[in-house]
Nanobody
Framework: EVHLEESGGGLVQPGGSLRLSCTTS????????MGWYRRTPENRCELIST???????DYANSVKGRFTISQNNAKNTVYLQLTNLKPEDTAVYYC??????????????????????WGQGTQVTVSS
C-alpha cells in the first residue's frame, strides 16, 4: 500500500523558516517524481515544487528563491525547506508522488487530488 506522511509544519513568524519532511513507503521511490502542493482556504491547490527522478527541480514563482526541495533516496523521503516565510504562505502542505508532474500552477483541489498519490498534509501558519 502506498503511504506518504508529511511532518514539520507549525506556527512561525514572518521571515522564519521550517523544514517539511515526507516519508514514503509502498512504491519504488526513486522511480517516481515527487512534488509539494499547498491548499489555500479557497480550496485551490498550488503545485509549488517538484523534483524528478533524475533530480531536476522546479518551483512556482511564488516560492522561487525561498523554498528548496530535496530528497534522500536511501530514506525514501522528500523535503521542502521553507525560508523567509510570508503570511501568504499559510496553507496545508501536501507531498505527492506521480509518474510525472507538469508545470507548476494552481488548480481546483477536487480535480488535482485525483492524480498520483498524496499524503494527509501538514499545516503551516505564518503569523506574528
Amino acid at each position: 500500500e502506498v503511504h506518504l506522511e508529511e511532518s514539520g509544519g507549525g506556527l512561525v513568524q514572518p521571515g522564519g523558516s521550517l523544514r517539511l519532511s515526507c516519508t514514503t513507503s509502498g512504491f519504488t521511490f526513486d522511480a517516481f517524481d515527487m512534488g509539494w502542493y499547498r491548499r489555500t482556504p479557497e480550496n485551490r491547490c498550488e503545485l509549488i515544487s517538484t523534483i524528478s527522478d533524475d533530480g531536476t527541480t522546479d518551483y512556482a514563482n511564488s516560492v522561487k528563491g525561498r523554498f528548496t526541495i530535496s530528497q534522500n533516496n536511501a530514506k525514501n523521503t522528500v523535503y521542502l525547506q521553507l525560508t523567509n516565510l510570508k503570511p501568504e504562505d499559510t496553507a496545508v502542505y501536501y507531498c505527492a508522488a506521480d509518474s510525472h508532474f507538469g508545470a507548476t500552477g494552481t488548480w481546483d483541489c477536487s480535480v488535482v487530488s485525483g492524480f498520483g498519490h498524496w499524503g494527509q498534509g501538514t499545516q503551516v501558519t505564518v503569523s506574528s
